[in-house]
């Protein structure tokens, strides 16, 4: 059945509108799925801020272009779902990879990163070994402090030290006027 003209235009606005909202897309091929375990997917998905539709290739590609991003051509072969990332990607990532370890039929393509860079399937699988944002926010904060706190405790320990000598000098005056 053909699609018309304005349902066209309607799924090319819905594609820039998610587009324009996710800071990764990451390209699959769905083939072979069932709807229970689509549904499956996308239930899992919302759960990390993400999204997975099906989209038409073309459709896509003129979203694509309409939005100034790359367009990953050898990638758009075949069928084509999207899972958009609303929120940090490595969540998303991981889910739709471990998705796709566990039934054998999900095939990540790659993605697209801040609308200019792309990866390979590789790379998705990089992008979801990342640690969490708060896990890598607390290593940096790590790396920042310690520095910070050995400097602190290297200018503070000359006062301490005199500190220490004092009180001793005192308590043998103490002593000796006993």
Do not use: H, W
């Not at 009180?167 to 006027?177: G, K």
Request: charged residues 20%; contains cysteine.
């Amino acid at each position: 059945m053909a699609i018309s003209k304005e349902q066209k235009e309607k799924m090319v606005a819905d594609y820039l509108d998610k587009m324009s909202r996710s800071r990764t897309l990451i390209l699959t091929d769905y083939r072979g799925l069932t709807v229970a375990q689509v549904t499956e997917l996308r239930q899992n998905l919302r759960e990390v801020d993400g999204e997975f539709q099906v989209v038409k290739n073309t459709l896509f590609q003129r979203a694509l272009g309409e939005s100034g991003m790359a367009i990953p051509t050898e990638q758009l072969v075949g069928p084509l779902a999207v899972g958009y990332c609303f929120g940090d990607a490595p969540p998303v990532a991981k889910t739709l990879t471990d998705y796709a370890k566990s039934t054998d039929v999900l095939t990540i393509k790659g993605a697209i990163v801040a609308g200019s860079s792309i990866l390979g399937p590789d790379g998705v699988k990089g992008l979801a070994d990342l640690p969490p944002r708060e896990v890598v926010l607390a290593q940096l904060l790590g790396s920042v402090q310690g520095p910070m706190s050995s400097l602190a405790s290297t200018i503070v320990a000359p006062l301490r030290e005199l500190v220490q000598v004092l009180r001793a000098r005192s308590e043998q005056d103490q002593e000796a006027a006993a």
